[in-house]
């Protein structure tokens, strides 16, 4: 295997304005084929601009976001289309339709983009929801689970057309110690038993330490660090340190960086 065959993500010199505002300025980095790749930082840094980015679900202004070696900013909307059905997406609300059951839910890209007999279909929802540990909810609506179980259908869903790529949106988000980390092991089962990529966009350390293989590090739309975590621990940046060690940049809310930074949207 090429080295360039190794990287099924990269994106050169990306930017991303809003108006005039800058608000990723030159993103370079790789993501190898297999590994839990995290974007780690602050509110308003630009965690979600850079997500919306590789799902392509916006345009940058500048520089290029390749997918298995294809320019993914440069293709057509149609084309857009059929790379986005190997890319599962798994949004921080889980985004289910509350009207449609669990087992509609999963079963809906399978319905929208192939032509599969409804039985196939039926088969391949139950196997999706094993794999995530609801087997037997299929007819269950989403206001019947709780929080972590409507997580867990989110990813049978973004599972549903055996992806080469899911993206996390704050996965962990909302939940408590003991169901974020068990959807943290899920991440990681799916990631071992599938070889799958996994880009995850967080800014909770505990799931950084169980599911990183490398971490991205942004503040104020550039990348300050990138690496393994050991290396990030060891980081002689002042930020990267003072993330890690979960120090405060002003308690009196003085520091401007600090005021725009709390009402900074992505």
Same mark, same amino acid.
Not at 100 to 112: H, T
Not at 174 to 191: F, N, S
């Given at each position: 295997?090429?080295?360039?065959?190794?990287?099924? &993500?990269?994106?050169?010199?990306?930017?991303?304005?809003?108006?005039?505002?800058?608000?990723?300025?030159?993103?370079?980095?790789?993501?190898?084929?297999?590994?839990?790749?995290?974007?780690?930082?602050?509110?308003?840094?630009?965690?979600?601009?850079?997500?919306?980015?590789?799902?392509?679900?916006?345009?940058?202004?500048?520089? @290029?976001?390749? &997918?298995?070696?294809?320019?993914?900013?440069?293709?057509?909307?149609?084309?857009?289309?059929?790379?986005?059905?190997?890319?599962?997406?798994?949004?921080?609300?889980?985004?289910?339709?509350?009207?449609?059951?669990?087992?509609?839910?999963?079963?809906?890209?399978?319905?929208?983009?192939?032509?599969?007999?409804?039985?196939? &279909?039926?088969?391949?929802?139950?196997?999706?929801?094993?794999?995530?540990?609801?087997?037997?909810?299929?007819?269950?609506?989403?206001?019947?689970?709780?929080?972590?179980?409507?997580?867990?259908?989110?990813?049978?869903?973004?599972?549903?057309?055996?992806?080469?790529?899911?993206?996390?949106?704050?996965?962990?988000?909302?939940?408590?110690?003991?169901?974020?980390?068990?959807?943290?092991?899920?991440?990681?089962?799916?990631?071992?038993?599938?070889?799958?990529?996994?880009?995850?966009?967080?800014?909770?350390?505990?799931?950084? !330490?169980? &599911?990183?293989?490398?971490?991205?590090?942004?503040?104020?739309?550039?990348?300050?660090?990138?690496?393994?975590?050991? @290396?990030?621990?060891?980081?002689?940046?002042?930020?990267? @340190?003072?993330?890690? !060690?979960?120090?405060?940049?002003?308690?009196?809310?003085?520091?401007?960086?600090?005021?725009?930074?709390?009402?900074?949207? !992505?």
């Amino acid at each position: 295997m090429t080295e360039d065959s190794e990287h099924i &993500i990269e994106v050169r010199s990306l930017v991303v304005k809003y108006g005039e505002r800058t608000v990723l300025d030159g993103i370079n980095f790789k993501v190898r084929r297999g590994e839990t790749f995290v974007i780690l930082g602050g509110s308003g840094c630009g965690k979600s601009t850079l997500l919306r980015n590789l799902v392509g679900l916006m345009r940058p202004h500048s520089g @290029q976001i390749l &997918i298995n070696g294809r320019d993914f900013t440069a293709m057509s909307d149609d084309e857009r289309v059929e790379v986005r059905k190997k890319l599962g997406m798994c949004f921080q609300g889980s985004a289910l339709f509350n009207s449609m059951s669990v087992g509609d839910n999963v079963a809906l890209p399978l319905r929208e983009h192939t032509k599969l007999e409804e039985s196939t &279909i039926d088969i391949m929802t139950k196997i999706k929801l094993e794999l995530v540990g609801l087997g037997g909810f299929e007819s269950f609506l989403p206001s019947a689970l709780s929080g972590g179980m409507k997580k867990r259908a989110g990813l049978a869903r973004a599972m549903a057309m055996d992806p080469d790529i899911i993206f996390y949106d704050e996965p962990s988000a909302g939940l408590d110690p003991i169901v974020a980390v068990g959807l943290d092991v899920l991440i990681r089962k799916m990631q071992s038993t599938f070889n799958l990529t996994s880009v995850v966009v967080t800014h909770e350390m505990a799931s950084v !330490e169980q &599911i990183a293989d490398t971490v991205c590090m942004l503040k104020s739309g550039r990348i300050v660090e990138i690496g393994p975590l050991d @290396q990030l621990r060891k980081s002689s940046n002042p930020f990267v @340190q003072q993330f890690f !060690e979960r120090r405060p940049d002003d308690e009196n809310g003085e520091n401007p960086e600090y005021v725009r930074s709390l009402t900074a949207e !992505e």
